[in-house]
């Protein structure tokens, strides 16, 4: 009985103050454009990158010549996350959630990131540090061109403590004949073939003539370009030698190649003049300038 008191009690009252409220008259923007093709979505996503390259390079004309700042100098600051003032969490709250929205991470706030820098700096102090400055020793190895038993890897744990090192090894290399000259290659070893986006049929006469080898299946991620295996490839298969090997990647994996590839990773299974099984390693193929 009671509830129903109070539920009627409540209605009446939302009845006295409903009249009251004053909701504003719905007006759309009058510059706002919302996109009906992807034509128009496409247009209006370049006008926006236009707008942000003006803007860029207007805060870019606003900053000061070198020349122009003669005497002065950059000193190194006390981080100290307690302080607002500072802005020094609110600068890491801002480069982190971009560096996240890069990689599609989930962003944080700003008493987030505090609570994660208190915890991280003894981290940043010891380890991070020491990681820093064993990486920094390797760098300067490779910019002297010191051969590789100059180097060393490092395994670290302050927590026992122990800091194991080990020389390097260099990678595994298979040997392949071509054309009668000897070839030792590694897992970071590509073949570079730069030719245009031309037709699987010529892509396949080009790799013949070139190294003397033939084709017998050539693939691209899981999808399978092309197929021979000694009782000729079934008609499906020899339509697409007419067919740019780019459209030929795109037909039998059903997904459009991205704007902004340049490069088919393809993996092939080759034979020599012999008849016999060569091992090469993977084909990176410029289909697009």
């Not at 008191?5 to 209605?11: D, H, Q, R």
């Not at 009249?19 to 007006?27: D, E, L, Y």
């Not at 020349?67 to 002065?72: A, D, M, Q």
Request: aromatic share 8%.
């Amino acid at each position: 009985m009671l509830t129903r008191l109070l539920a009627v009690v409540i209605v009446a009252l939302c009845c006295l103050a409903l009249p009251q409220v004053k909701v504003p008259v719905f007006a759309p923007k009058k510059d706002m454009k919302i996109a009906t093709t992807d034509a128009e979505a496409k247009q209006m996503a370049e006008a926006v990158m236009d707008d942000f390259e003006a803007e860029k390079n207007a805060l870019i004309a606003k900053l000061p010549a070198p020349t122009s700042l003669p005497g002065w100098r950059m000193h190194s600051i006390d981080f100290e996350k307690d302080d607002d003032k500072n802005f020094h969490v609110a600068f890491i709250t801002a480069c982190s959630n971009l560096r996240a929205r890069n990689y599609r991470i989930k962003e944080q706030n700003t008493h987030q990131t505090k609570f994660i820098a208190g915890k991280i700096i003894p981290a940043i102090a010891t380890t991070t540090a020491l990681v820093t400055g064993l990486v920094c020793l390797e760098m300067y190895k490779l910019l002297q061109k010191r051969p590789i038993e100059a180097f060393r890897n490092t395994y670290v744990n302050l927590a026992l403590p122990l800091v194991a090192m080990s020389e390097p090894i260099g990678p595994q290399r298979t040997k392949t004949e071509l054309k009668g000259n000897e070839w030792k290659w590694s897992l970071w070893d590509r073949i570079e073939v730069d030719i245009g986006d031309v037709p699987l049929g010529d892509f396949l006469a080009y790799f013949k003539d070139k190294y003397g080898l033939e084709i017998t299946m050539l693939s691209h991620g899981a999808s399978m370009l092309y197929y021979d295996f000694g009782v000729g490839p079934k008609k499906k298969v020899k339509d697409r030698l007419a067919m740019p090997v780019s459209k030929v990647a795109e037909s039998v994996g059903k997904n459009a190649l991205p704007e902004k590839d340049k490069y088919l990773i393809l993996e092939a299974c080759v034979q020599n003049e012999e008849g016999q099984d060569v091992e090469i390693p993977f084909i990176r193929f410029k289909f697009r300038k």
